[in-house]
């Protein structure tokens, strides 16, 4: 099994393949169901943003503030000469566990298969508490995390639905892709479908007083 809670396998990763790579999904199999949460004029973080395509084609939507950040120095390097022309976005090397931004800083923040990688590492339980508790501060009120993972809610709840945090955690399902991104970071993993869960803060903003 790769040791993807670990930073050196991810530096050591992107400096062997530079080419994009996305787990799981990309924009096309999640807006659907994103759509209902991530308006164009939200500030949005992207957790582990690794080479993926996903910033970039939120971008091409009309998703233009978004932060992007990763582990990996040799990626985050390569990602900002990438897309040097992409006003709004940005990218920087930082730990998730430890996100270097003001409080309530972000309408929503993103994470395809990073608490994925966190749980397959050394120390996963204090690491994933330690990222889900920086997220939560760094969201607005009402903000939203949405987290994409192969987890089956049993063991996905456990850490979402800590009573610190407060959130009202939403499962939505959809199909794996037929091909190329069916990688998993688990080899148990036999279910055709990725789930989504949609953990919102506070109460909903429209909500009748």
Not at 135 to 152: D, E, F, K
Not at 164 to 175: D, L, P, R, S
Request: glycine content about 6%; some cysteine.
């Amino acid at each position: 099994m790769a040791q993807y809670g670990k930073s050196e396998y991810w530096e050591e990763r992107y400096t062997r393949d530079t080419e994009p790579f996305d787990w799981y999904q990309r924009w096309a199999g999640l807006k659907d169901t994103l759509l209902e949460y991530v308006q164009p004029a939200h500030s949005i973080l992207m957790l582990g943003a690794g080479n993926s395509r996903l910033s970039e084609e939120m971008y091409e939507e009309g998703f233009t503030n978004i932060m992007n950040i990763d582990i990996s120095s040799v990626v985050t390097k390569a990602m900002q000469e990438k897309y040097r022309d992409k006003a709004g976005m940005t990218w920087v090397q930082m730990d998730a566990r430890s996100i270097e931004v003001t409080d309530a800083n972000f309408n929503v923040v993103l994470d395809k298969a990073t608490l994925d990688s966190i749980l397959c590492g050394e120390g996963s339980t204090h690491n994933a508490q330690k990222m889900l508790s920086e997220i939560s501060r760094v969201l607005t009120p009402n903000g939203v995390y949405v987290a994409v993972s192969h987890g089956q809610p049993s063991y996905r709840l456990t850490y979402l639905q800590r009573p610190e945090f407060g959130w009202t955690v939403k499962i939505y399902t959809v199909q794996k892709p037929m091909m190329g991104m069916t990688a998993s970071l688990s080899a148990d993993d036999k279910e055709n479908v990725h789930y989504i869960y949609v953990c919102i803060k506070g109460e909903p903003a429209n909500k009748e007083g």
